[in-house]
């Protein structure tokens, strides 16, 4: 294949393929789980705040790691780490389905994160590097566009999984796909890595800032059985407020080899946009947990009816990515960030006033404009932050983006936990009967409307600061 050729190759469909399906598989397991957490929740005895990490576990670490994962890539070399990558995850997706208990499912989790984060940068960068430069523009749409159909296929799989067979199907069946897209991209997709690289790591940034957040993480699981005064609690909140510091002064000693380089925070545009996503993510997280619990402990729905519930969020989700290129192409960034900001506002709000009575019929409004913000809203947005910047840096920020997306998600979620557990215990009535279904409209109310006061700053920070020229932002 030449850069002047103005078709694709057979081999270069076949390498696109391997990378569209490693991409979906690593989407999809963010998503796929997420109906599963109360059959998980029985099988293992546990709780929907110690569950949760089932979904944290895996985005936290995933996030946090995938700018490093793309600074291995570019050094040495995209489809070997690729090749490291797909096995970590392959091996712990086995694992995770053979887990005996759930601290063991966790671990395995956060462990397929690793190797999440290694494939997606280096598929990036491989899926670039297979295209002719005037076909690049294929190249993003091709990852975006996979990205959200795992998004959005995961929990229907997940149910359809779960209810056929297991839950623990939905982590075996990452093994033989992953399998695939190795021997594909092994057959069709050559070697490529950057020519010009810092050639160290930011080793003690990626440290600080990883065990920074997974103690605060703790924390916020374990509040409720310790309170906030006890001294596990202040203890684990104190390393994390340590650990950012730590990080920052980090970050500025470490200069070009820096997790994040001081020339891309130092930029107030892309900084700005960073706020924003990490204002906006837990909603979207909070959803995936949160209604697939109502379905199936309210509703009394199977997984796979779960899953077909989510439909309406996932699917507006994925129809909404496709069309919001050409919407900010047409209209600029700014109509496009802040009708999806505002969607991202306006859906929790609505599902913060279900009640336990009410039926799926009356999700459906606050689902909808969930899955119009987030398709929206996240396309706006990655364009609008990575085009403030050099083009040297684009993949840089583009992983620097999706470590605040899941990072602030999982952070979210966590803090949302706290809140629903809480709001569910002061829900409790004196009949039996009615312990259960109000102490969860209790704590899914709190919820969601936690969440939606959150993205209402995001909102401000958007309208304000986000999509503006150099000049409008000083």
Do not use: H
Not at 216 to 236: F, N, P, T
Not at 254 to 273: C, E, I, K, Q, Y
């Amino acid at each position: 294949m030449t850069a002047r050729s103005t078709g694709l190759q057979r081999s270069a469909v076949v390498a696109l393929a391997a990378m569209a399906m490693a991409v979906f598989v690593v989407a999809n397991d963010v998503t796929a789980l997420s109906v599963a957490l109360p059959r998980i929740e029985s099988d293992f005895d546990a709780d929907v705040g110690t569950v949760q990490w089932v979904i944290s576990a895996y985005a936290l670490i995933f996030g946090v790691l995938i700018v490093t994962g793309g600074r291995l890539a570019d050094l040495v070399g995209r489809r070997r780490i690729f090749f490291v990558g797909a096995g970590i995850f392959a091996v712990f997706s086995l694992l995770g389905g053979l887990a005996p208990e759930v601290w063991m499912l966790i671990a395995c989790r956060a462990l397929m994160g690793i190797g999440g984060a290694l494939m997606w940068p280096a598929t990036l960068g491989m899926t670039y590097s297979i295209l002719p430069k005037e076909r690049a523009a294929l190249a993003g749409g091709l990852i975006i566009g996979a990205a959200g159909f795992g998004n959005a296929a995961g929990p229907l799989i997940g149910g359809l999984l779960t209810d056929l067979l297991d839950w623990r199907w939905i982590l075996f069946l990452n093994v033989p796909i992953a399998a695939v897209a190795c021997l594909v991209t092994w057959r069709a997709v050559p070697e490529s890595r950057a020519e010009a690289v810092e050639r160290r790591f930011d080793y003690a940034g990626v440290a600080t800032l990883t065990i920074g957040l997974v103690a605060l993480l703790v924390a916020l699981d374990e509040v409720d059985d310790y309170g906030w005064g006890s001294a596990w609690i202040l203890g684990l909140l104190a390393i994390f407020a340590l650990l950012l510091a730590a990080f920052v002064l980090q970050e500025r000693r470490a200069g070009d080899r820096a997790l994040v380089p001081r020339d891309v925070m130092s930029n107030r545009a892309f900084a700005t946009a960073c706020l924003a996503v990490l204002l906006m993510s837990p909603t979207f997280f909070a959803a995936l947990v949160y209604l697939p619990q109502f379905m199936q402990k309210i509703l009394s729905y199977s997984p796979v009816e779960a899953g077909l519930g989510l439909l309406p969020m996932m699917g507006v989700f994925a129809l909404v990515s496709f069309v919001a290129g050409p919407l900010y192409e047409r209209l600029g960034p700014r109509p496009v960030l802040a009708a999806g900001a505002a969607c991202l506002v306006a859906g929790p709000l609505l599902l913060s006033l279900i009640e336990t009575g009410d039926s799926w019929a009356q999700l459906i409004p606050g689902m909808v404009l969930l899955g119009a913000g987030v398709g929206l809203f996240y396309s706006a947005v990655t364009t609008a932050a990575v085009t403030v910047l050099d083009p040297s840096r684009a993949s840089l920020a583009g992983g620097i983006l999706y470590m605040f997306q899941v990072g602030g998600g999982s952070v979210g979620l966590g803090i949302a936990t706290t809140v629903f557990t809480a709001a569910a215990g002061d829900g409790i009535s004196s009949n039996v009967e009615r312990v259960v279904r109000e102490s969860f409209e209790s704590g899914f109310q709190a919820t969601f409307l936690l969440v939606a006061a959150v993205a209402f700053a995001g909102f401000l920070v958007t309208v304000l600061f986000v999509g503006r020229s150099p000049k409008q932002t000083g």
